[in-house]
């Protein structure tokens, strides 16, 4: 059974920086991508940032420029540095596996991220 491990949330203050950590069960090339999700009280979980198995990342746009997706194999675990961090980032942010060509997702608890003013 997959396993995804989130940790490194917390409440930071607007403009501060986070480094959020993901460790999955298994190698992290044995899934097609990695990525983080995000979902706000109130709102739909919406994709953040993701890495496929090559090394291709891509972002939303409204953190573009501000966070960072990255994978450390020797540690085999995926990171997501965010930087210059808004209220408006307050969530609920989700590790996701990518596993087969439907694909089939796989889901982390979650770790609470709260930006305050």
């Known amino acids: 059974q997959v396993q995804l491990v989130e940790s490194g949330g917390g409440l930071v203050q607007d403009g501060g920086s986070l480094n959020l950590s993901c460790v999955p069960s298994g190698s992290i090339f044995s899934y097609n991508a990695m990525a983080w999700y995000r979902q706000a009280p109130g709102k739909q979980r919406e994709l953040v940032t993701i890495i496929t198995n090559g090394g291709t990342t891509s972002y939303a746009d409204s953190v573009k420029g501000r966070f960072t997706i990255s994978r450390d194999i020797a540690r085999n675990t995926v990171y997501l540095q965010m930087n210059s961090l808004k209220p408006e980032d307050t969530a609920v942010y989700y590790c996701?596996?990518?596993?087969?060509?439907?694909?089939?997702?796989?889901w982390g608890k979650g770790t609470l991220v709260t930006v305050s003013l």
């Open positions: 996701n596996a990518k596993i087969g060509h439907g694909p089939i997702d796989y």
